[in-house]
């Protein structure tokens, strides 16, 4: 599945921007905005299924990069 420009534009608008977090001149990517948007998550994880359904994955790893 490839996302069409509106919903890549409707993905893209759900995620909030925090400039200059954590220091000047970064601007932080927030999604936290995208998964309490229940028609943007839902998008999101269609669009991951239907991409990577062909790998036969069995695990998914989630990353926390919060510099801690």
Request: without cysteine; aromatic residues 10%.
């Amino acid at each position: 599945m490839t996302l069409t420009t509106q919903e890549r534009a409707f993905l893209m608008a759900s995620i909030r921007d925090i400039p200059d977090f954590p220091k000047p001149g970064i601007v932080f990517k927030d999604i936290t905005t995208l998964l309490a948007n229940k028609d943007a998550f839902a998008l999101l994880m269609r669009h991951l299924s239907e991409r990577y359904s062909a790998y036969n994955l069995s695990h998914v790893a989630g990353i926390d990069a919060r510099g801690f």
